[in-house]
């Protein structure tokens, strides 16, 4: 006999009743539904295999099947690699600035599961991360939203590829103004020294999560501070990419 718990219950009407797709308002049994799937996740976009920037005929080859745009054949970012679901555009960027703004949790699980599916088909298993970190908010910024967006998309992403995440890894020391009132060296700037890992991590691939990946600065702090603190190799897991800085 099934006892129907408090959290039981709402997980089995869940399963029962159908959803409205976040996108279009159809009926549906999942976030998406099977059309907006196929009209705006199946991107064939080739990207940099460094910063996930879409590419055109400025990109060269480094690989099997792997390129580098110019910007990071001439400048190497301190992360070693990037990847992407898709580019920030229309009407998926709905999906991120609900997520970031308006607490609709839902959707970090659908993003963390795309994103690990990304990595087992780009990594394998022999090359995973050993661990997963978000990108942290400024404690001010995670009092005023009461959650990290980013965070809700590293937990369920780790748990997927059977990979500890870490909420406490990397934190926030210089409380910054926002990122997008800035140009691209004016970011660099307010980033440079903002974070501080909390432990040595040497020898070390860590996954860095966030949402949406504009001209890389945070992350590129981010890696450069991960880097001195041991870590081996840093990969990029963004839910969207610019398609231009």
Same mark, same amino acid.
């Given at each position: 006999? +099934?006892?129907?718990?408090?959290?039981?219950?709402?997980?089995?009407?869940?399963?029962?009743?159908?959803?409205?797709?976040?996108?279009?308002? @159809?009926?549906?049994?999942?976030?998406?539904?099977?059309?907006?799937?196929?009209?705006?996740? @199946?991107?064939?976009?080739?990207?940099?295999?460094?910063?996930?920037?879409?590419?055109?005929?400025?990109?060269?080859? +480094?690989?099997?099947?792997? &390129?580098?745009?110019?910007?990071?054949?001439?400048?190497? #970012?301190?992360?070693?690699?990037?990847?992407?679901? !898709?580019? &920030?555009?229309? #009407?998926?960027?709905?999906?991120?600035?609900?997520?970031?703004?308006?607490?609709?949790?839902?959707?970090?699980?659908?993003? *963390?599961?795309?994103?690990? *599916?990304?990595?087992?088909?780009?990594?394998?298993?022999?090359?995973?991360?050993? +661990?997963?970190?978000?990108?942290?908010?400024?404690?001010?910024?995670?009092?005023?939203?009461? &959650? @990290? $967006?980013?965070?809700?998309?590293?937990?369920?992403?780790?748990?997927?590829?059977?990979?500890?995440?870490?909420?406490?890894? +990397?934190?926030?020391?210089?409380?910054?103004?926002? $990122?997008?009132?800035?140009?691209?060296?004016?970011?660099?700037?307010?980033?440079?020294?903002?974070?501080?890992?909390?432990?040595?991590?040497?020898?070390?691939?860590?996954?860095?999560?966030?949402?949406?990946?504009?001209?890389? *600065?945070?992350?590129?702090?981010?890696?450069?501070?991960?880097? !001195? !603190?041991?870590?081996?190799?840093?990969?990029?897991?963004?839910?969207?990419?610019?398609?231009?800085?």
């Amino acid at each position: 006999m +099934i006892r129907w718990s408090k959290h039981l219950w709402p997980r089995v009407v869940q399963g029962l009743l159908p959803n409205l797709c976040t996108l279009c308002g @159809n009926m549906s049994q999942k976030t998406l539904c099977d059309g907006c799937d196929a009209a705006y996740w @199946n991107e064939a976009r080739l990207r940099c295999a460094v910063c996930a920037f879409p590419l055109t005929g400025s990109s060269r080859r +480094i690989g099997a099947a792997r &390129y580098q745009c110019a910007a990071c054949r001439a400048d190497p #970012p301190p992360f070693d690699a990037t990847f992407a679901l !898709a580019d &920030y555009r229309a #009407p998926l960027d709905a999906l991120a600035l609900g997520l970031k703004f308006r607490a609709r949790l839902m959707l970090a699980r659908e993003f *963390a599961t795309r994103l690990a *599916a990304l990595a087992d088909d780009a990594l394998g298993h022999s090359h995973r991360p050993d +661990i997963v970190a978000p990108v942290p908010l400024a404690p001010g910024r995670l009092i005023e939203r009461g &959650y @990290n $967006q980013a965070w809700e998309i590293a937990r369920p992403f780790g748990k997927a590829l059977h990979v500890p995440a870490d909420a406490t890894l +990397i934190r926030r020391v210089v409380e910054t103004v926002p $990122q997008s009132t800035l140009d691209l060296n004016a970011r660099r700037q307010n980033v440079g020294h903002a974070f501080a890992v909390a432990k040595r991590l040497d020898g070390l691939h860590v996954a860095l999560v966030d949402d949406v990946m504009t001209t890389g *600065a945070t992350l590129e702090a981010l890696a450069r501070a991960l880097k !001195a !603190a041991g870590a081996r190799r840093v990969t990029n897991f963004v839910v969207l990419r610019t398609p231009k800085h």
